[in-house]
């Protein structure tokens, strides 16, 4: 991190800027403003269309924003109408729904996201919470610190995960890296996507409905968009059935989320491992009390390796960006 | 379960007899009464030495007996004297640190177990808990479950699971298994194991010690007799050190549990993920307050799939050794 410093103290108005909407750690904020002139949109305390015209007002206006995946800040025609000077915009995430691509498109604002920093873990996760549902870990885990082992003797049986048929919504990155490591449990993968992959030996389904009732685990691992939202709805949840287990480690939204606690509280289906809610940080209170659901606070992309290569990512698509060279990690070009 | 029952009821009297010194569910207990005369020491309340000498004294004495793996019965000396007709032990778990083998030998009482009916689930719930270790996974559902998510916003940062290496003692059927499925993650796997294996791609370990020094997770995946009591003690948590973790789904008493309680109180290893211990169904209390160790009550056998299986194989061995045929997962020849 000393190295640009090191190369000696540069005037601070030279440095480019950009819009950051998005809390960082300490180390990740100081490598950014060695950089870069960082407009902190939290820091500045102001609403943001003060800040966004004070921005734009500057004599070296920004050219660049890094947003948060589903963070507060949708960068939308409002945003981009308010500081024209903008031409990248980088989503420390994955997901890129918060962004109106086709308002990006439309005024050749570049779009990059976190590639895939996180697909691993987030692949990893999506397998430590299936296990965790199966095998009743955190359930297991809660009888034996609240003392009940020696008084009520063994738990409940859990469920074998080999031979299961998991279904992968979204046989993306973090898809095919879940359906990978599920191959080597001995679970037989299904998928639905976009489109059938020749490169897979799985089984693919043009409707998700159809997907679900071939499977016992459905794996939510899409992107958010209008074609994805509630692509787990009543009929869905009805195909998978009584025995069937939800992980979702997409968005809150690719679950109708109200239809989900309906069926897990009346049985319809058997449990569900979630990673993301539909208005986060509030989850559905009916889930505290249900001993086969798994709740986690959206941190399936939280290791300290994966924020370390996220670090990476954002600043060397923000040099790229800056230099007039390719985006390493680009959605939209520029 | 009823293609014998419906082949003609037998006279009782001519069932071989067994003793039974496990509880099992109905379906279990049902099906070997079907086919045996089974001798139940818990149901009988009488004594250990009176319920012996009881079996003991019948006209056709029991040829059999059905244990449990870590159960409170121990086969020794002193139970085959008082029931010398016992030509055959089955254990019903995959450890038979319960059985005297050299005093079964020497009698000339055949010894069979589980086989391999757990060692996918074990293996499974080995890599469950590990994930949850290194990416907080019951943790985190504790603070979901608690409601502190609105109020404390995200959660501390785990830890990737790929490139992690990881140290297996005793790579038999389960470490086998689970060294398969951490391997389709991206983690290193080393190994020690009484013999170096030449059919392994992995690096071998004469020592635990040196094993531990050079991995981030170790996985007690061994059979516990004398030479593996305690083999992880106070030396080998020094050399995995304060970034280690450790697994355990062998005997509790593989480790050194007051030395693992203490070298996580003091920070000199990160973590912990333990199904079994020393006194179950006693947990040290120490444990209970901590959000980096993950706990479930020898669990990782338990599954549906695996105690149907577990009836098979405990019926299959019975049956073959009252028709004088091979034994299907012999541990010791008769």
Chains 1, 2 share one sequence.
Not at 101 to 120: D, H, I, K, Q
Not at 296 to 305: I, P
């Amino acid at each position: 991190m000393a190295s640009s410093a090191a190369s000696g103290e540069e005037p601070v108005p030279l440095l480019p800027a950009l819009l950051l909407f998005r809390r960082l750690d300490a180390d990740f904020a100081a490598a950014l403003r060695q950089r870069f002139r960082v407009l902190d949109f939290f820091a500045s305390g102001e609403p943001l269309p003060a800040f966004l015209a004070g921005a734009a007002a500057l004599p070296d206006p920004p050219r660049a924003a890094v947003v948060m995946g589903g963070g507060a800040v949708r960068v939308d025609a409002a945003l981009l109408d308010a500081v024209p000077s903008l031409g990248f915009v980088f989503s420390t995430g994955a997901g890129v729904d918060h962004i109106d691509l086709r308002e990006c498109a439309r005024r050749s604002v570049a779009v990059a996201n976190s590639g895939t920093v996180y697909s691993a873990d987030v692949a990893d996760h999506a397998v430590g919470m299936l296990i965790d549902v199966l095998r009743r870990v955190s359930a297991a885990e809660r009888f034996v610190r609240s003392g009940l082992w020696p008084a009520q003797g063994d738990y409940p049986l859990g469920t074998k995960l080999g031979g299961k048929r998991v279904g992968i919504i979204g046989l993306g990155n973090i898809g095919s890296l879940n359906s990978k490591r599920l191959e080597a449990f001995g679970c037989i993968i299904h998928y639905n996507s976009r489109r059938s992959r020749d490169s897979v030996p799985y089984k693919y389904f043009f409707n998700v409905h159809d997907l679900a009732s071939e499977s016992d685990v459905l794996v939510v691992a899409c992107a958010l968009n209008k074609d994805t939202r509630h692509i787990v709805n009543k009929d869905v949840l009805e195909a998978l059935g009584k025995d069937g287990i939800i992980i979702n480690i997409g968005r809150g939204a690719n679950i109708d989320e109200a239809e989900l606690v309906r069926a897990l509280k009346e049985g319809r289906i058997a449990g569900a491992g979630l990673d993301v809610f539909e208005n986060e940080p509030k989850v559905p209170a009916e889930l505290f009390s249900m001993d086969n659901v798994v709740m986690t606070s959206h941190v399936a992309v939280f290791t300290s390796e994966s924020r370390s290569d996220l670090r990476d990512t954002t600043i060397g698509n923000l040099e790229a960006f800056f230099s007039g060279k390719p985006l390493l990690t680009q959605v939209l070009p520029w």
